[in-house]
C-alpha cells in the first residue's frame, strides 16, 4: 500500500538525521586556526663553516668535532668507527647501504620534509627513504606491548604557549626502538639496549613563521649525560610543492657481508673497500676445481 512506503520513507529520513546529529554530537571537530600552519615544504638550514655530512649537532662539524658526551666505551666506538671509514670502510654507518636512518638520525634531515597535521595524530613524511614518523596527540598513554621500530613510537602534546587560543609548540616524546642506530655518517653511536628516549619542542620562529625549530633532548645509556641540539628548517614552498624521491637503492655499490664493508664495481663485480682487505666468507659457493 502507498502509505507503507511513505511511512518508511518517513523513518528512513528520522534514521538519518538522528545518526548524523549523534555523529555532529559525538565528532570532534578538527580546527585549523588554532595549530601552527606548518604546510608545505621544509628544508635543513645549512650553517656557514660547517664542514662534512648534516651532523648531529648543526653548529659544529661532524665527528669528534662534534664533542658527544659519549661513555668512554661508546666513545671507543665512534674512534674505531672513524678509524675505519678513514681506511675506505663503513664503520657504524649503515646508511651507505641505504638502511633507514631511523630516529632520531632522519631529524637531520637529508632532503626535504612535509608535516601533516591532524586532530589525533601529526605526520613527518620524508623524502629520503620515504621515511615516515606518526606523532599520536590523542591523549594516549604509552601501550603494555610497546611495538619496536628504528622510528619509534611517537606521542605528543599540543601546548599554547602564550594563551591566545592558538597551539605554538608541539611536545612530542619517543620511546620503543629497536636497532642499530647511529646520529650521523660518522656515526655516533647510540647504547645496544635501545631503550633510547627521546624529547622535543617543534615550534616556529616568532619573528619568520617559514623557520621552524626542532629542539631535541636525547637520553641514551651511551652518554654520560642527556645531550640537547636544535635543528632550524625552512619553509622552500608553500603552494603546490614538488616533491622528488631521494632514493638510494637503485644506484648504490655499497655491500654490507657480515660486519665487513665492500663495494660493486662499475663491471658488477664485488670488490675491496679498504686496502689489503680480504674477501668475504664463500664457504656455501662451490669452489672452483684445479
Not at 651507505?96 to 630516529?103: K, N, R, S
Not at 625552512?234 to 654490507?256: F, G, K, T
Request: glycine letters at 6%; proline letters at 6%.
Amino acid at each position: 500500500m502507498p502509505y507503507r512506503h511513505s511511512i518508511g520513507a518517513v523513518m528512513a529520513a528520522a534514521f538519518a538525521t538522528f545518526a548524523l546529529s549523534t555523529m555532529i554530537t559525538n565528532a570532534r571537530v578538527f580546527d585549523e586556526s588554532h595549530y601552527p600552519d606548518w604546510t608545505g615544504q621544509w628544508m635543513r638550514v645549512p650553517v656557514a663553516g660547517i664542514r662534512g655530512n648534516p651532523s648531529w649537532d648543526p653548529n659544529k662539524s661532524d665527528g669528534l668535532a662534534q664533542e658527544a658526551p659519549l661513555t668512554p666505551e661508546y666513545q671507543a666506538k665512534l674512534e674505531a668507527s672513524l678509524a675505519d671509514q678513514a681506511a675506505g670502510g663503513a664503520g657504524l654507518d649503515r646508511d651507505l647501504i641505504c638502511m633507514t636512518a631511523g630516529m632520531p638520525r632522519m631529524m637531520n634531515l637529508y632532503s626535504t620534509m612535509e608535516i601533516i597535521v591532524t586532530i589525533d595524530q601529526t605526520y613527518i613524511l620524508m623524502s629520503t627513504f620515504n621515511d615516515t614518523r606518526r606523532i599520536f596527540t590523542d591523549g594516549r598513554d604509552w601501550p603494555a606491548d610497546l611495538p619496536l621500530s628504528y622510528a619509534g613510537y611517537s606521542i605528543g602534546k599540543w601546548i599554547d604557549v602564550d594563551g591566545d587560543g592558538r597551539y605554538d609548540m608541539l611536545e612530542v616524546e619517543t620511546r620503543g626502538f629497536r636497532g642499530m642506530r647511529t646520529l650521523d655518517s660518522t656515526s655516533i653511536p647510540l647504547h645496544d639496549d635501545n631503550q633510547t628516549v627521546i624529547k622535543e619542542r617543534i615550534y616556529s620562529d616568532k619573528a619568520n613563521r617559514n623557520i621552524m625549530h626542532d629542539e631535541i633532548t636525547i637520553i641514551d645509556s651511551a652518554f654520560t649525560q642527556p645531550w640537547t641540539v636544535t635543528k632550524d628548517f625552512r619553509r622552500v614552498a608553500q603552494a603546490r610543492p614538488v616533491w622528488r624521491e631521494s632514493e638510494c637503492i637503485e644506484s648504490n655499490s655499497h655491500v654490507l657481508i657480515g660486519n665487513e664493508h665492500y663495494m660493486i664495481s662499475a663491471d658488477g663485480l664485488l670488490m675491496p673497500a679498504k686496502k689489503d682487505q680480504a674477501p668475504p666468507d664463500l664457504r656455501y659457493f662451490n669452489k672452483p676445481e684445479k
